[in-house]
Each structure stands twice: as structure tokens, then as C-alpha cells.
Nanobody, 118 residues
Framework: QVQVEESGGGLVQPGGSLRLSCKVS????????MAWYRQAPGNQREFVAS??????TSYADSVKGRFTISRDGANSMYLQMNILEPEDTAIYYC?????????????WGQGTQVTVSS
């Protein structure tokens, strides 16, 4: 019903930059909040950044000052990642909270790999 698709991951050297994109499609009334999470091998999925329907943002302490989350229209989201560190290596997942006639929905993308290495 709701599809979430990330893109933009890849291999980058420490100090480099990547821009992740996420697009939500399918059946819903509106996209409420959106967020980026990441999961490294052996670790739990952790919060990275979020943005509300009104544009309010929140960041994990580990990425403050380096990452910027933004929205473009109602269903697109971006994560500009600068000064990347090896610790940023993970699969990055897009999350979308959607409003429906009968309630709310929580949808995840398939993930995009970000590898920061020399």
C-alpha cells in the first residue's frame, strides 16, 4: 500500500559527503513525519534524524553539525551527510509515518548501504 524507496548510498572516504534520498508513494492521506535510521552489523537499528510534517528537525548527537535532513514537497526526504566518519558506516533506512482513513501507518524502505572507509 505504501512504498518507501531510498537511494544515494555508496562508498566514500572519511571526510567525504553523500546525499541520501527517500520517496514515499502509494495509498495514504498524508505523510506525517519522516526519519532516517541506520543499522551497522551487530548493532541495533538507531535513530539518525527526523523531520516533521511542519519541517521541525531532530538529530542524534552523533550526527549533529554534520548531517542535514530536509523535505521536498509532501513525500520526499533527503539526508545530506558531510564529514563522514567510519562510524557512520551502516545500512540507512527511510521511515515514513503516514495518515490513513482508518488510522496510521509505519513504513520502511529496504535500506541503502553507506560505507565510509579509506
Amino acid at each position: 500500500q505504501v512504498q518507501v524507496e531510498e537511494s544515494g548510498g555508496g562508498l566514500v572516504q572519511p571526510g567525504g559527503s553523500l546525499r541520501l534520498s527517500c520517496k514515499v508513494s502509494g495509498g495514504y492521506l498524508a505523510v506525517n513525519s519522516m526519519a532516517w535510521y541506520r543499522q551497522a552489523p551487530g548493532n541495533q537499528r538507531e535513530f539518525v534524524a527526523s523531520i516533521s510534517q511542519s519541517g521541525r528537525t531532530s538529530y542524534a548527537d552523533s550526527v549533529k553539525g554534520r548531517f542535514t535532513i530536509s523535505r521536498d514537497g509532501a513525500n520526499s526526504m533527503y539526508l545530506q551527510m558531510n564529514i563522514l566518519e567510519p562510524e557512520d558506516t551502516a545500512i540507512y533506512y527511510c521511515y515514513a509515518r503516514t495518515d490513513h482513513e482508518v488510522g496510521f501507518g509505519d513504513s520502511w524502505g529496504q535500506g541503502t548501504q553507506v560505507t565510509v572507509s579509506s
